[in-house]
């Protein structure tokens, strides 16, 4: 099984001028996103952006930003990191909080992909970075697939059941064809990138979450279950999206989906 740009391309064709706008802003939302977190929080937005990216591996969108606004609160009110808990793997919960007390974010992101949606998240600006994942492996090879484990104990190992892996090799190889897709029509790397995403779930009917539905109301339910605080700790009032200045973002966010 071999992938190629072309099948990239073919997606990217498929989006309409509407959705290449729409989808191109994906990773500007998710910089919004990260600022309010950071700033009810009392870090700096990569702080936040990178405690949200080391979370974020096999974390659905709303457990991700409920993981992180966890963390960062129990944080700020001198918590421990055994005070509370995320929905991912313990290893990233430790890398993530390795990250609010003072560890450089890129010494402790290693994984490419994880890395890279750090990047882009923080710093949208940057053209080169590109996030490729367990859609973009399948988008490559222009097929559906799975993107984590094959189907079923005793099921064959076929195209269709097999996980999307990649090494550092292939991962470089889509990340090139996605930046040249992007440099020949004006984009940035994580802008094509979400286009072809959102045109691979679309083509494959990958059912996804609007975050116009999820995010104001996840995150004042993660308002509402954030960790027990102990008697001595004070109290911290958080503002949830949706309220005030932050109203117009949120109606900016209705048709993105989740790149996680």
Not at 135 to 147: F, I, L
């Amino acid at each position: 099984m071999k992938g190629n740009i072309d099948n990239l391309y073919a997606l990217f064709g498929r989006a309409t001028d509407a959705e290449r706008k729409e989808f191109g802003q994906a990773f500007y939302r998710y910089h919004g996103i990260m600022r309010d977190l950071a700033q009810e929080n009392g870090v700096t937005l990569p702080i936040a952006a990178a405690v949200f990216s080391s979370l974020s591996p096999n974390n659905d969108y709303i457990g991700n930003i409920r993981d992180a606004r966890k963390m960062l609160e129990a944080s700020s009110m001198g918590l421990g990191i055994d005070d509370f808990t995320v929905s991912t793997y313990g290893h990233n919960k430790r890398k993530a909080w390795a990250i609010v007390k003072g560890a450089d974010p890129l010494d402790e992101i290693i994984a490419l992909k994880t890395r890279n949606f750090y990047l882009n998240i923080s710093f949208p600006d940057n053209p080169e970075p590109v996030t490729v994942d367990g859609h973009m492996y399948w988008a490559w090879h222009g097929q559906r697939g799975r993107v984590t484990g094959h189907k079923g104990k005793g099921d064959a190992v076929t195209d269709r059941t097999r996980a999307a892996s990649m090494n550092p090799r292939l991962y470089h190889e889509i990340e090139l064809a996605v930046r040249s897709i992007a440099i020949n029509h004006g984009l940035k790397g994580h802008q094509a990138q979400s286009i072809i995403w959102h045109a691979y779930r679309q083509r494959y009917n990958v059912l996804g979450t609007r975050q116009l539905d999820l995010l104001p109301r996840d995150l004042m339910a993660a308002n509402g279950s954030t960790v027990q605080k102990k008697p001595a700790a004070p109290t911290k009032v958080i503002v949830p999206m949706g309220c005030a200045d932050s109203g117009k973002r949120t109606q900016s966010v209705q048709r993105e989906l989740t790149l996680i």
